[in-house]
Nanobody, 121 residues
Framework: QVQLVESGGGLVQAGGSLRLSCAAS????????MGWFRQAPGKERDFVAG????????YYADSVKGRFTISRENAKNTVYLQMNGLEPEDTAVYYC??????????????WGQGTQVTVSS
């Protein structure tokens, strides 16, 4: 069992930056591929970024490529999402996710509760 707790969301102006963190419980964090999804009001939950269990491979949605960076510290059971150049279209609830299958997180084993990110124009 893995529990995921996100933090770091908030309100930021367009062009600003935020860093999301996801703290995981359990001793098996390093065996999971991790990632971030987001869900805007009235829309489906979309993949944002994924990172392999070792941190050696990352993958991004086209909409955030070049602006967002995913990273992880297995010693701290934590995964991060550094978001730069934020746009109003990035406004959403951001969810941390863990997958035992792949870093594309095509199948998610565990979800966090979400953290709100709001970007004002």
């Amino acid at each position: 069992q893995v529990q995921l707790v996100e933090s770091g969301g908030g309100l930021v102006q367009a062009g600003g930056s935020l860093r999301l963190s996801c703290a995981a419980s359990g001793r098996t964090f390093s065996s999971y591929h991790m990632g971030w999804f987001r869900q805007a009001p009235g829309k489906e939950r979309d993949f944002v970024a994924g990172i392999s269990w070792s941190g050696g491979t990352t993958y991004y949605a086209d909409s955030v490529k070049g602006r967002f960076t995913i990273s992880r510290e297995n010693a701290k059971n934590t995964v991060y999402l550094q978001m730069n150049g934020l746009e109003p279209e990035d406004t959403a609830v951001y969810y941390c996710a863990a997958s035992s299958f792949n870093y594309l997180l095509s199948t998610v084993n565990y979800w966090g509760q979400g953290t709100q990110v709001t970007v004002s124009s």
